[in-house]
């Protein structure tokens, strides 16, 4: 078994999951079997109980788990199905050891970081390394060199590599390479100091991956290498580039596919077939038509928020030969439109309107209302989760004349609770990892937009949701335009809903974004961005 750590340094954010993701694309096109890993150093047993605006996306695995959002970068890159196992905190590591602890399990031992929290650690990197179905395990630390609460992680990294042989262990440490642009210089030192931290802690690492906004130079590679005590070869560029697709093709041409595997001492490694990654990228860039979309969210501000739904949109628009351009629109600016006859100074030439998930009251009626234009003006429609809730009380409000209509999450006290907590919800108390979440099942009706996007009647979709479609307005509402299109066949729930009498209109409970791929986009995605397309060419003709 083979293991890779890859960490990083001087800021956050460098991408050391794209790096991570990237590097597992590759050695998997050279035939090696891999599974990646995310360490998260934050207390919290997982990000499900976070808020968006610090965290980003909670990425939902088919087992339930709520994950880092790098998780969604492994499995888009990667033939990984992750689980729960995939991602560690280190809330769960103190809550591991502490139940050992008032279990007996330490045979009255004092608890302490070394070795209990640091064994409990490399137990979780063991966990994932079977040799059945592995070959390397690539493991992702969280956070930056030099946090105080990423210290047990990178301990627990410098003992492993004293237990195992030391060529089936690689230190990868993503770092930044600056320019200064008052000097005109880039600037070598940042880099030095973060590989400093490092070896203090007594790592050293085998590659550089030198974030950068610009060429780095050989004075500058020469440079880190004499200073980092690595090889001039193992100072690879990271540099910016138009979408994350391209960092695979970048990092190839530099060369660390194949210094991971001479490093790591693999023999008779086939040569990877990039043709139709490579082909996937051409397209991204050289599409034939343009579309908008306006993704109407309450956490627009923070992108990472929506991070899969802005990756089903790369998919979905290369399978449509299309380019999609998101117009963040803050659901809340909505609410505070004078009259529903402004919203099309929000929603101006857009071919699409997406409505994703969210919890809590705050920006719901400016979702309620930006439903509402979709519908009666024949704009395409998308809803995830909440934008289904919202769907179906913006439907009974205007369409089944109940004026109080709400979901019971923003009104407890409505008259008709169209969206109500689930039954097996309502005896449950605690927040995290309490929803119903990962894969259900879901039967589809023929003859409808979702049937004709799947192409098959039964498919598996991942959840994240307390709330359900109140099916005692199932009759009224189906007199009324609305098509029951998807349903739970374990316990009649209703997982999609359609319009009849409009061009394209689907909402869904599930979160379809979690499972595109980018040369598998999800059906719901590809056949949304079909959709909008029609309406712009309609458009152009009618003008």
Known sequence: MKYIFVTGGVVSSLGKGIGAASLGFLLESHGLRIA????????????????????????????????????GHYERFTHSDL????????????????????????LGETIQVIPHITDEIKKRIRWLGDPERV???????????????????????????????????????????????AANEIKTKPTQHSVQKLREIGIQPDILLCRCDRPIGKEARSKIA???????????????????????????????????????????????????????????????YEINIAVIGKYVEHRDAYKSIAESFVHAGVANDTRVHIQWVDSEKLKSSPAFSQLPEYLSDVDGILVPGGFGE??????????????????????????????????????????????????????????D????????????????????????????????????ENIVERHRHRYEFNNKYKDLMESQGMIFAGICPSNNLVEIIELRDHPWFVAVQFHPEFNSRPNEPQPLFRGFVAAALVHRQDQKYVS
């Open 36 to 71: 990646c890993q995310k360490f998260d150093p934050y207390i919290n047993v997982d990000p499900g109980t976070m808020s968006p605006f610090q965290h980003g996306e909670v990425y939902v695995t088919g087992d339930g788990a709520e994950t880092d959002l790098d998780l």
């Open 362 to 419: 705050r920006g719901t009626q400016g979702k309620i209302e930006a439903i509402r234009f979709a519908r009666e003006q024949g704009i395409p429609y998308l809803g995830i989760c909440l934008g289904l809730q919202m769907a179906v009380v913006e439907f009974a409000r205007h369409v089944c004349q109940l004026p109080d209509a709400n979901s019971s999450e923003m009104n407890a006290e409505s008259s008709d609770k169209v969206v």
């Open 421 to 456: 907590l689930m039954a097996d919800q309502k005896k449950i108390f605690g927040m995290g990892g309490t929803m119903r979440l990962g894969n259900y099942p879901c039967l589809i009706c023929p003859d409808t937009k979702s049937w004709t996007a799947y192409r098959r």
């Open 83 to 106: 689980t729960r196992d995939n991602n560690t905190t280190t809330g769960q590591i103190y809550e591991t050891v502490i139940r050992k602890e008032r279990e007996g399990k330490y």
């Open 135 to 181: 070959d390397v395990v690539i493991t992702e630390i969280g956070g930056t060199v030099g946090d105080i609460e990423g210290l047990p992680f990178l301990e627990a990294i410098r003992q492993f590599w004293l237990e195992e042989n030391r060529e089936d262990v690689l230190s990868i440490h993503v770092t930044m390479v600056p320019y200064v642009k």
């Open 226 to 288: 004499l200073f980092c005590n690595v090889q001039y070869e193992e100072v690879i560029e990271a540099p910016d580039v138009s979408t994350i697709y391209k960092a695979p093709l970048i990092f190839h041409e530099g060369k660390l596919d194949s210094l991971v595997i001479q490093k790591l001492k693999f023999s008779e490694i086939k040569k990877p077939n990039l043709t139709k990654w490579r082909r996937f990228v051409e397209k991204i860039e050289n599409p034939s």
